[in-house]
């Protein structure tokens, strides 16, 4: 196709967004010819989808004039035969897109009637938010005739490239998570070992010298053979002179061979483990960095195998089995070299089996290394059961089903058995083969050997000598061949720890961070919106809270209230629009820093293993001991703390056991307390507590609020009545907002929900916001 | 739409905006209703709700089987657009076998690529069945694991 660069007459006036980027070459060549003079190209969106759901590409243009659809037949000949479907820009034309199960569906209404409507997947680069809003924007120009408003573009903040207001995610730096990591994973080890470069260096000179200096015994045996023991034989007597030298130069090369070899093992082994260290360490930072979402789609015991085994892995393999396998192939190397220096037709010979060992060592690391990968997998999946059952344990014994999860540890462990039986059949046939190839190597050697002798063309010392460097060799080859299991173990260990360091926070550091000197706490959140999977869990929000105001968030579960908390708290970032602090966006706020601004009270407090104190001072570790009993006094926590048997100092475990629901709470809030941040949020801090450690919590959370930025999640609205505002959301939308009076006053959801909590009836949320959208049916009804 | 069955007290409609219109044995209409299934996967045929624009449920069918067969049509239709789970009938080729990884797969909809992100979203089902999340929440199906050609199989089992 030479219709190359056509169109992009005006491509330089389109800011680069995905919908207005060049059109594909494929397209280009058909829309071409159906476009009218003077029409321009402002978006398109390609939509992979027919009416019967079947794969098929079509393609959506919106010109300055018209919305048009490209639907080519079946046949994708070169010349193909295209439908066009077109709808003028008129009055009451609308765009609607919705989305399930990650199908989206365009839909075209006029008035209330739909005339078309398209259902597409959603590939790479497709933004069909700003489809439509190109879409609004071109069809109200077109009718009005002012031209369309200049949108202000905002760099993404790793790469700089430009994107637009609802273009969240760049994607340049989106397309380079779908790379796969190289297959030669081992070899980025490097990167570890870099530090240690001299250290191994000087164990690599070290390992060339032993392997030389195991090399020379073999070789006097020829003298001793041809000068001493074959004369002998002949009628001369031994010269024990020469006898002497030969024994003491075996003696001494062995003695030199185990020096060094000790010093060279000592050297690598010491580096190996450090690199092993370093490696365990930068794999953990790199996943404390990671996004809530990495850890939502991830296992704990998959993950804690992966950091704690597999390292090991690496470095026994870097350590043994790496070092005997570089001294192994040094050692082939030479010896090669000496046997074609006494002798090359007989060197061939002996060397002849070697490329046939090679090739098969080849074939059957391919099998190997996808079944130590499954293995891997599997045994993750055992250790996947311990760490859901341990946890659960109450449950489990609670519902008598030990026998149940006995068999599912079962289940894994037969799989796990299974994977390993038939590794274990291609690896079993595996040793003894190399074996049976060095015995026929020996047989070669032994008859070619003697044929020579026979022929006078070698001396006795030296098939001698042959023989007894081969037998090294091959058993070298042999063990040679174990590396093939372990390098695979190794790689598929590397491979598993690359797959957490390669991948890239979703909530990435800003690369030109901004620092805030004063926070006052003002948060801005405009147009956010946020997907979870292929669900859209928070829908074009907009919510402006002052600094020092507390707003009671309020809205039956699954109505986005936590999700826009996960998204204030930047554990998420927003697939589009922004938050702000101060009137800064977040995201070119670095992380940590920001973090630092947000007291964070969740509804299951979260106590890790340690002292009470350390507990408390968790965000603050420097935290004087004065600080911290303040932070605990604030929290009405103090008391019951003194009541403990080694008060601050008493031990609690991971889940904080031994200390009641309320007490953690407390303790929880203390925590926040002690790191004064602007910003408070307050995740159902109160949920899972009684009425009367609620009003104790209660009066810990009124010293918290005070003066802060505060955002409460609550189901029970009791707990807000000091909110300035609250806001009522529903299905990741706000339906309401207002104070307590206001929205009792216009007696929506909030009012019935009042209503019915202070009539003490045990009312949900979700009935009263059901009763309303009912009522409201009946009245537009 | 006279309704033969006594358990169905309600009438389903497609309105002018393409959307499903559900009317109650006491006249109330609610537009744009969802039809869900409850085991989209175990057992597609046996339990299916109608759902408001809400989120609540109006109606519960517990079987299609003797349904009105316009209102079947109907279900069956609206069902076929909502419910998008591709069929893999085969694997042609995948990027690598280290996650991420594009697949270049055949589907009972046709030929597309599906980006897989990590072994994770491969789910073993029960009878040999296997669900694959894509990169986009796309769903796709492998109903027999055992039926699979030779090649697919080979391909897949790298990734089990």
Known sequence: MNVVNSVPVNSKILPPTPSSRLLPNFWQSIVQPHLENAEEIKAWLEINLDEQLHFTEHLLLITNRRLVYFCPSKTHADIPNVSVHEYVYRPDLKLVQHDHAGVYKLELFEHHLRIASWCY???????????????????????????????????????????TAEQDECPQCSSEIDTPPSTWTLFRLWRFAKPYQWQLLAGFLLMLASTAATLVPPYLTIPLMDKVLIPYQNGVPIDTELVGLLLGGLLGSALLAWSLGWSKTYILALVSERIGADLRTITYDHLLKLSLEYFGGKRTGDLMARIGSESDRICVFLSLHLLDF????????????????????????????????AWMIHIVRDKLRTGFEKIDRVWSEVSNVLADTIPGIRVVKAFAQEARESSRFGEANQHNLAVNDRINKIWSL???????????????????????????????????????????FYTRLDSMSRIVSVTQKAASGAKRIFDILDHVSSVPEPSNPVHLDTVSGKIEIRSAGFRYGNRAVIKDLNLTIEPGEMIGLVGHSGSGKSTLVNLMCRFYDVSAGSISLDGVNIRSLPISEYRLNIGLVLQEPFLFFGSIAENIAYGKPDATRAE????????????????????????????????????????????????????LILDEATA??????????????????????????????????????????????????????????SEGAYYRLYQAQARNVDTDLDDVISNETIANKEASA | MATINPNIDFTLARNVAGQLQFTDSDGIVFDNVNLVRAFPISAPDEGLSIISKEGHELAWISSLVDMPIQLKELIEAELA??????????????????????????????????????????????????????????????????????HSRKLLDRFL
């Open chain 1, 121 to 163: 997947t959603l590939t790479s680069d497709t933004s069909s938010a700003r489809f439509i809003k190109q879409f609004e924007q071109q069809c109200t120009s077109f009718i009005s005739g002012n031209p369309v408003p200049v949108e202000a573009t905002e760099p993404c903040p790793k790469c700089r490239y430009p994107l």
């Open chain 1, 326 to 357: 570089a001294t192994d192939v040094l050692m082939i190397i030479m010896t090669a070299a000496i046997l074609v220096s006494i002798n090359p037709e007989l060197a061939l010979v002996t060397l002849l089996p070697l490329p046939f060992i």
């Open chain 1, 430 to 472: 595996f040793s003894p083969s190399v074996t049976l190839l060095t015995e026929i190597g020996l047989l070669l050697v032994w008859a070619f050997g003697i044929w020579q002798i026979s022929k006078d063309e070698i001396s006795v010392g030296i098939l001698t000598a042959f023989l007894a460097y081969i037998s090294r």
């Open chain 1, 628 to 679: 911290i009993i303040a932070a605990a006094r604030a929290a009405h926590a103090h008391e019951f703390i003194l009541r403990l048997p080694h008060g601050y100092d008493s031990l609690v475990g991971e889940r904080g056991h031994g200390l009641s629901g309320g007490e953690r709470q407390r303790i929880s809030i203390a925590r926040a307390l002690l790191i004064d941040p602007r910003i």
């Open chain 1, 688 to 745: 899972s507590v009684d009425t009367e450690t609620e009003k104790e919590i209660q009066k810990a959370l009124d010293n918290l609020v005070h003066g802060r930025t505060t955002i409460a999640i609550a189901h029970r609205l009791s707990t807000l009545h000091k909110a300035n505002r609250l806001v009522v959301m529903d299905q990741g939308q706000i339906v309401e907002i207002g104070n307590h009076d206001e929205l009792m006053a």
């Open chain 2, 81 to 150: 657009q909502r419910e998008f789970m591709p069929e893999i009938l085969r694997i042609n080729q995948v990027s690598s076998f280290a996650t991420p990884s594009i697949w270049d797969v055949v589907t009972d909809k046709g030929n597309t690529q599906l980006t897989l992100k990590a072994e994770d979203q491969i789910w073993r089902l029960k009878n040999n069945r296997i669900l694959i999340t894509d990169k986009n929440g796309v769903n796709f199906m492998i109903n027999n694991l055992e039926q699979l050609d030779k």
